[in-house]
């Protein structure tokens, strides 16, 4: 059997009982409304901002681990006549600014949850002492 009349028949079979479904949620009565909200749990920002923290301090620590011996050898293998010198230098100089961009990615991440998380808070403060308020105004009218 040729490649073409092989490669022919699998396809048709691997496209002869395809079929599609969906997974999702039955539609609700009333015109599907849902009673889904936007919220915020602290635990889980305070979680997720602590482990781009300690990422960002492994991957600081890490990625830098070959730095010095990776610039060495470039310089060492193109003081000798190697034209791998100006690869390896191109590869050392590739790595720190990618590493860089995932550093500041994850101080980024863990900076932005922090400030979420403390900003979530004092808007809770904000909104509770605001009703609380609102209900003395009540009463002294």
Same mark, same amino acid.
């Given at each position: 059997?040729?490649?073409?009349?092989?490669?022919?028949?699998?396809?048709?079979?691997?496209?002869?009982?395809?079929?599609?479904?969906?997974?999702?949620?039955?539609?609700?009565?009333?015109?599907?409304?849902?009673?889904?909200?936007?919220?915020?749990?602290?635990?889980? &920002?305070?979680?997720?901002?602590?482990?781009?923290?300690?990422?960002?301090?492994?991957?600081? %620590?890490?990625?830098?681990k070959?730095?010095?011996?990776?610039?060495?050898?470039?310089?060492?293998?193109?003081?000798?006549?190697?034209?791998t010198?100006?690869?390896?230098? %191109?590869?050392?100089?590739?790595?720190?600014?990618? *590493?860089? %961009? &995932?550093?500041?990615?994850?101080?980024?991440?863990?900076?932005? &949850?922090?400030?979420?998380?403390?900003s979530?808070?004092?808007?809770?403060?904000?909104?509770?002492?605001? *009703?609380?308020?609102?209900?003395?105004?009540?009463? *002294?009218?």
């Amino acid at each position: 059997m040729s490649f073409d009349t092989e490669w022919s028949s699998v396809r048709s079979e691997s496209t002869a009982n395809v079929s599609m479904r969906l997974n999702q949620l039955p539609v609700e009565p009333g015109g599907g409304s849902s009673t889904a909200d936007l919220s915020a749990n602290q635990d889980k &920002l305070g979680a997720i901002g602590n482990a781009a923290f300690l990422l960002h301090g492994r991957l600081n %620590t890490a990625g830098k681990k070959a730095n010095a011996s990776t610039s060495e050898a470039a310089t060492m293998m193109t003081a000798n006549g190697f034209r791998t010198g100006a690869a390896m230098a %191109t590869v050392h100089e590739t790595w720190g600014s990618q *590493l860089q %961009t &995932l550093l500041d990615a994850c101080a980024n991440i863990s900076n932005h &949850l922090d400030y979420s998380a403390a900003s979530h808070a004092q808007d809770e403060k904000d909104i509770a002492a605001s *009703l609380s308020t609102s209900k003395i105004n009540e009463y *002294l009218k």
